[in-house]
Each structure stands twice: as structure tokens, then as C-alpha cells.
């Protein structure tokens, strides 16, 4: 097998799809470091380019690849008139062979999730934060990461955009260094993967979302109530207010470190039928130990 420009700790372990990723990715001079993320719309590989450069590299088949996400990051991105620091920036698009490789900046702390449910340290702004056990996030350190994603979303709503799909998943921390004080780090929240966003105007004018986004635990009520009865009568104006109640429920999660509709996602994803109970008392100990 070709190493492709792979470093070594990694060619014991990459799957023969991430064999084709990687010949196609090494075509356009990146070398892969480790894949970071993989779903059911492809995988993402952290790299770096010829300078040594980092950056994120979203690789995907063409048939599931929605023109809307490309769409959402011109609308952003176009012509430098949106630079928010708070969004993930996307610098290119290219496909090759039956596939489509976005090129990202990378994030080097991973998702809101790491900050939620691992052990790890972080520095936000000058606060640092040991996650350890029960330990919980202080109010301070949760408002400048919600300040952060509000700002991220204020600059895509300006810009008539929906992200349709805020969660924890998506929502990106990065150390940074401070240019003001050198030996600071700041860590930074920036949203990320546009692929569920909507044009405000433009789905309100057909009165549909196509395809409805959204991750269940997180959609607000006006897109459940379309998804049970897709009609023009059950018809709510898409606005970014379904965004700010996703964001509520990040906040929820941030302060509290356990869901607050754990029993309805719990019902929605695969768990064994004879583990649910478990899972969900298990829930709810957490729930009573942080109340």
C-alpha cells in the first residue's frame, strides 16, 4: 500500500476508505495528520499543507453533498464581507473523482463536547478550567463562550442565514495567541458545518425547509411541529430565533453538564431497548447530584 503522504503513526490504522481520502487529499499537496471526525456525510482529516500550515479537510461523496452548504459560505465568506472570528472559516471547495474536499481551518481543542465531558484543561480568556469529575463550569466562563456563539450567530443571521443545527457538535474551540499579551492563551468558540443552513428569505418565500435541519434534543418546537405535518398551514416563519433556542439548550448543557431532554433524545437514538432504562436512570442521577 502507497503511503500518500501520511505520517507514520497513522498508516497502521486508516480503513480503505480513508485510503482513497488520503490518495485524493495528497494530490492537492496536504499531508494527513489523523482523522478527527467521521459521519454519515464522510470524514475529517486534520492536515497540514507544504508550509506546514494546519488546517481541517472535510472530504465527501458527491451524491451527499448539499449545494446549500457551499451556498451558506459564500453568503459568509464571499468576497471577505463577513470575517467573524466566531465562525469556522471555509477557504475552498474541489472535487475529484466522485468527491468533494472542503478545505477548513482547524480547530486544535476539538468540540464543545470536549469542554462539557472531558478531563482536560482549557484556558477561556485568563480563566483556566480543570474539568474534573463533578466539577462544573463557572457563570463567567460559560457567558464569554455563549457571548462567542451568540456573536457567531448574530454575524450569520445579519446575513439572512439559518444554521439550523446548533449543538455542541458544532461548535469548534481553538487555543489562540493573544497578540496583546504573548504568553496567553485564548481559547475561541467558532460554529461550524453549514450543511444544514437555510436562506432565511428564500425558504420562507417557498415556505419549506429543504432538507429540514436540525439534530433531535436541539430543533426548537415550530420545526417539530412542521416535521409531524409538513403542510402550509402548520407553516412558521423560518427565522434565527430556532438558533437561539438551540443555543439555549448548549447553555443548559454547559452549566448543567447533562441534557435537558435526555429522555426524548434517548428515545430517538439507537440504544438497546433493554439499556434505555439504565441510561436514562443513570441520567437522572446526574440531574438530582447537580440540583
Known amino acids: 500500500m502507497q503511503n ?89 471547495k474541489k472535487e475529484l473523482e466522485d468527491r468533494v474536499i472542503i478545505l477548513m481551518a482547524y480547530a486544535n481543542l476539538g468540540n464543545l463536547l470536549n469542554l462539557i465531558d472531558a478531563q482536560r484543561l482549557f484556558n477561556v480568556n485568563q480563566y483556566q478550567i480543570q474539568q474534573q469529575g463533578n466539577q462544573y463550569l463557572e457563570e463567567r ?9 451568540l456573536t457567531g450567530l448574530n454575524d450569520m443571521h445579519n446575513a439572512k442565514l439559518v444554521h439550523c443545527d446548533i449543538k455542541p457538535d458544532n461548535i469548534l474551540l481553538d487555543r489562540k495567541l493573544s497578540q496583546k499579551q504573548v504568553n ?11 450543511g444544514e443552513t437555510n436562506n432565511e428569505i428564500l425558504a420562507n418565500k417557498q415556505m419549506s425547509l429543504k432538507p429540514i435541519g436540525g439534530t433531535s ?5 415550530e420545526i417539530l411541529t412542521y416535521m409531524r405535518n409538513a403542510s402550509v398551514d402548520n407553516w412558521q416563519k423560518l427565522s434565527g430565533k430556532i438558533d437561539i433556542f438551540s443555543a439555549g439548550t448548549v447553555l443548559f448543557q454547559l452549566a448543567m453538564k447533562y441534557h435537558p431532554y435526555i ?29
Not at 263 to 290: C, E, L, M, W
Open 184 to 194: 496567553m492563551n485564548i481559547c475561541e468558540a467558532m460554529i461550524c458545518d453549514y
Open 4 to 92: 500518500f503522504g501520511v505520517q507514520q503513526g497513522l498508516r497502521n490504522q486508516i480503513s480503505e476508505i480513508d485510503t482513497d481520502n488520503i490518495r485524493i487529499i495528497s494530490s492537492l499537496g496536504f499531508t494527513v495528520v489523523c482523522s478527527i471526525g467521521s459521519g454519515q456525510f464522510g470524514q475529517v482529516y486534520k492536515v497540514f499543507d507544504k508550509c506546514r500550515n494546519l488546517f481541517a479537510i472535510k472530504v465527501q461523496k458527491k451524491e451527499l453533498y448539499l449545494k446549500q452548504e457551499w451556498d451558506a459560505v459564500i453568503n459568509i465568506f464571499g468576497d471577505n464581507q463577513l470575517g467573524s472570528e466566531n465562525l469556522i472559516r471555509v477557504f475552498g
Open 217 to 221: 434534543g436541539f430543533q426548537a418546537p
Open 141 to 149: 466562563v460559560i457567558s464569554i463562550i455563549m457571548r462567542q456563539i
Open 263 to 291: 429522555t426524548h433524545v434517548v428515545n430517538d437514538i439507537s440504544i438497546p431497548q433493554d439499556q434505555k432504562a439504565a441510561f436514562i436512570q443513570n441520567s437522572n442521577g446526574i440531574q438530582n447530584s447537580r440540583r
